[in-house]
């Protein structure tokens, strides 16, 4: 079975950028959809990006439109999400997560089976 761990996470001043990282073990990205999620205290786990390894493509939610970035490294099996122009509203828990390749962006979060443990992502004003 595929495992994820997530990391990267940190304190950064609003305007600061951070990168995160999502490596898989025990298999590879190459047959799987990648999804990035965060998670703010009391609120719904909301889509962040998604990304189809096969394609390179990515898809990414208007709150983070043109400031996110999803990338990949086929040699290190890990997929990162530049996050640069940091908000203090995008302060939340950030997970990555996989699924089986889709011909579809999915982006909920029940369409994701293997997920990270999330790393913590705080934005200071």
């Known amino acids: 079975q595929v495992q994820l761990v997530d990391s990267g996470g940190g304190l950064v001043q609003a305007g600061g950028s951070l990168r995160l990282s999502c490596a898989a073990s025990g298999g590879t990205f190459t047959t799987y959809a990648v999804g990035w999620f965060r998670q703010a205290p009391g609120k719904e786990r909301e889509f962040v990006a998604a990304?189809?390894?096969?394609?390179?493509?990515?898809y990414y939610a208007d709150s983070v439109k043109d400031r996110f970035t999803i990338s990949r490294d086929n040699a290190k099996n890990t997929v990162y999400l530049q996050m640069n122009s940091l908000k203090p509203e995008d302060t939340a828990v950030y997970y990555c997560a996989a699924r089986t390749e889709t011909r579809l962006f999915r982006t909920r979060a029940d369409d994701y089976t293997y997920w990270g443990q999330g790393t913590q992502v705080t934005v200071s004003s």
């Open positions: 990304f189809r390894w096969s394609t390179g493509r990515s």
